[in-house]
Structures are given as C-alpha cells and as structure tokens.
C-alpha cells in the first residue's frame, strides 16, 4: 500500500462548481496534512494544512480531515479557471522530519 | 521574511558528467532542508533531509549526495550523472517544528542527454 493515495484525475469541473480532491494515507499515526498546488513546470505551492479532525476554512478553499478513515480531502468553491492545476497531497510521518507526497490529482476548470 | 533560492534554474548536463546544485534561505535560522525530485509524469520522491550543519539523512539510495556546510546552504551532488536523473529538483526548508509546512524553492530542471 502506497504511503499517500490520490487519483491522478484528471477531474474536470465547470466554472463556479465545486471541486472534491481526495487522499488516504497508510500510516495511522499521521499528524499533520499539508494540501499543495503546483501549476505545470513551477514548483509546489501551499495552500493550506490541517491537524485536527474536521474542517478548516480559507477563502474558497476547506481542508477536511478523518483520523478514523485516514482521509483527508480538498473542497475548492466557485472553481475558477485559475485554479487549474495539479493539487498534491502530502503527510508528515508520526516518526520523520519529512513530507510524504501524494502523486498529485490534476484538476482541469473549463469557463 | 523567509526566502529561499535555488539555482540554476535549467541545466543540460551529458552522462557521466558531475552536478552541483546549490539552495540557500534566507531570513531564519537552524531550518530543515530538503531536496525532492520530481520526474516526468510521477510523484515527488524525497531524496535527502538535514536538521544541521552536517547532519544528512538520505532517503533513497542512488548516486547522489548532499551536502550542508553552512546553516542555510544545502548542496546536491553527482560524480557521474545517470540518464535516470533527469528531473525536476526542489529544494525545501521548514522551521525545526515537527507540524510546520515545507516552502520549496523555484527547482532546477535538470535534463541528462
């Protein structure tokens, strides 16, 4: 079982719809999650982290996390061509000093 | 502010010949350095981390190396260059607190022919 799962997409949504980006990871242990952005040949961006199970909130976008199910998720309101990109998903390891990355989901906002 | 430069930002390298690429922060202290390789169309793999002068911890076993004699300089290096390391390199920092967030720097895009 890979460490991070994501789909690679591409997932494809309107202008001004709702995109859902998902990850499971292996280690139940994790602690903190880290959703990134990364626009074809730049380097990865933060978006935002979350430690806590629940939702956290900013701006458009909510991270949601589950513990119980090792899930971890991104919700993007009101999607705008902008945020087309591919969205890494990344985990730090209960006993590392680094990040495990997800392949990455490509998201695709058609106008 | 933290910044973080790496550098150069392509290179073009035959097999067989030798890499150095170079990654310093600026504007805090003590951080944790990582260098990541993206390839084409996979994942980003951690390659090496340090927490200290000094002080490398090596992910992957390959023929690379890493380097960090100055608090905010890291360096990663090759003898002889592989076709296989072609990529994309970030190099990253984070304060040394186990939940911070990793910055990357701009990456250099390495193509071995």
């Known amino acids: 079982q890979k460490e991070v799962e994501q789909n690679s997409g591409p997932l494809s949504v309107p202008e001004g719809a709702i995109a859902s980006l998902n990850c499971t990871y292996s280690d139940r242990g994790s602690q903190s999650f880290f959703w990134y952005r990364q626009y074809s040949g730049k380097s990865p961006e933060l978006i935002m982290f979350i430690y806590s199970n629940g939702d956290k909130e900013d701006g458009r976008f909510t991270a949601q996390l589950n513990k119980a199910s090792q899930y971890v998720s991104l919700l993007i309101r009101d999607s705008q061509p902008s945020d087309s990109a591919t969205y890494l998903c990344a985990v730090n390891k209960p006993a590392g000093t680094a990040l495990i990355f997800g392949k990455g989901t490509t998201l695709s906002v058609s106008s | 502010s933290q910044t973080i430069h790496q550098w150069p930002a392509t290179l073009v390298q035959p097999v067989g010949s030798p890499l150095s690429l170079e990654c310093t922060v600026e504007?805090?202290?003590?951080?944790?350095l990582y260098w990541y390789r993206q390839a084409a169309g996979r994942g980003l793999q951690l390659l090496f981390y340090s927490v200290g002068i000094g002080q490398i911890s090596s992910e992957v076993p390959q023929n690379l190396s890493a380097s960090r004699p100055q608090d905010r300089q890291f360096i990663l290096s090759s003898k002889k260059l592989l076709l296989s390391d072609s990529g994309f390199y970030l190099c990253?920092?984070?304060?040394?607190?186990?939940?911070?967030?990793?910055?990357f720097g701009n990456g250099t895009r390495l193509t071995v022919t």
């Open positions: 504007g805090t202290s003590n951080p944790n």
């Open positions: 990253a920092w984070r304060v040394s607190s186990y939940n911070s967030p990793l910055h």
